[in-house]
């Protein structure tokens, strides 16, 4: 399974980005998708996931009402929308994918190489 993000990016503090994961070798309908970041001198931190349908989502408090997770199962393909952005949101994001059911505890089976995002003030 590969998983290739791309969109990020340089922004001013309050703009947008969106960032995509196309995702290739595995069915996409059957993985469960997430989002990461981590930023310079940081653990990964979890910043949303979305469900095989779609239907179910779940964010980091940080991000809520901010960004927005999105799939397109006919393109195999995840975004984030990022909106309202913060310094505090620059790092490098991570796309991840996980065979398991949507649950309490996902666990993420392959990951993206990650697209840097960096918001300036």
């Known amino acids: 399974v590969q998983l290739q993000a791309s969109g990020g990016g340089l922004v001013q503090t309050g703009g947008s980005l969106r960032l995509s994961c196309a995702v290739s070798g595995m069915p996409f309908s059957s993985l469960v998708m997430g989002w990461f970041r981590q930023a310079q001198g940081k653990k990964r931190e979890f910043v949303a996931r979305i469900s095989w349908s779609g239907v179910t989502k779940s964010y980091a408090d940080s991000v809520k009402g901010r960004f927005t997770i999105v799939r397109d199962n006919a393109n195999n393909t995840v975004y984030l929308q990022m909106n309202s952005l913060k310094p505090g949101d620059t790092a490098v994001y991570y796309c991840?994918?996980?065979?398991?059911?949507?649950?309490?505890?996902?666990?993420?089976?392959?990951w993206g190489q990650g697209t840097l995002v960096t918001v300036s003030s």
């Open positions: 991840a994918a996980s065979k398991s059911t949507y649950s309490s505890v996902q666990l993420w089976d392959y």
